[in-house]
């Protein structure tokens, strides 16, 4: 539906359950992005979860990533959106190792901030990250969100605390940016 030069954002679909339960049981692709206790999922979780995301969702909007070719990268989306404030948080999840570093992630970001500011109306972008995720933190800063500030000992993972950027993106610089 939403298509950037390598990637298209689209609905999920029930055809999506295997590929997307593979990366959500992956620890080392889901450790570095979720902050809550990660645990394993099943098949009927994950049906459930997509069969439960629809576009007349209760302020979260989530989109399965596919290359132009059609296979199957991740997901992302925007949730917690304050419509008052009009700022909403995004996440994404590229699970196959493969698949990162060839530019589809931040082709994503691009197309969902084209869904969060051109089609939502939205005023700010924002998201956290674990510090330590450097490759994830220089892709959303290559797509023109700004480190905003650090919060300490945010997250317990693997017997310690660690630290989460918290980073932003406002619809003015994301205008005066696109040509990125």
């Not at 199957?72 to 948080?89: E, M």
């Not at 698949?99 to 924002?126: P, Q, T």
């Amino acid at each position: 539906m939403y298509q950037g030069k390598k990637v298209r954002l689209r609905a999920y679909s029930q055809q999506d359950v295997d590929n997307a339960l593979r990366q959500v049981n992956d620890y080392d692709s889901v450790r570095m992005s979720a902050s809550g206790i990660i645990l394993p999922a099943t098949y009927d979780d994950e049906a459930r979860w997509i069969g439960q995301q629809t576009a007349m969702g209760h302020g979260e909007y989530q989109f399965a990533i596919e290359t132009l070719e059609g296979r199957y990268v991740g997901g992302c989306g925007v949730h917690k959106i304050d419509w008052k404030n009009r700022v909403g948080q995004i996440g994404i999840l590229i699970g196959d190792a493969r698949m990162r570093g060839h530019g589809y992630g931040s082709d994503a970001i691009r197309a969902l901030c084209r869904v969060g500011f051109g089609e939502m109306n939205l005023n700010k972008l924002s998201l956290t990250v674990m510090s330590e995720n450097e490759a994830a933190i220089r892709c959303y800063g290559a797509c023109g969100f700004t480190i905003e500030g650090m919060l300490r000992q945010e997250v317990w993972r693997e017997d310690a605390y660690h630290d989460l950027a918290a980073m932003g993106l406002l619809r003015d610089e994301w205008r005066g940016g696109r040509e990125r």
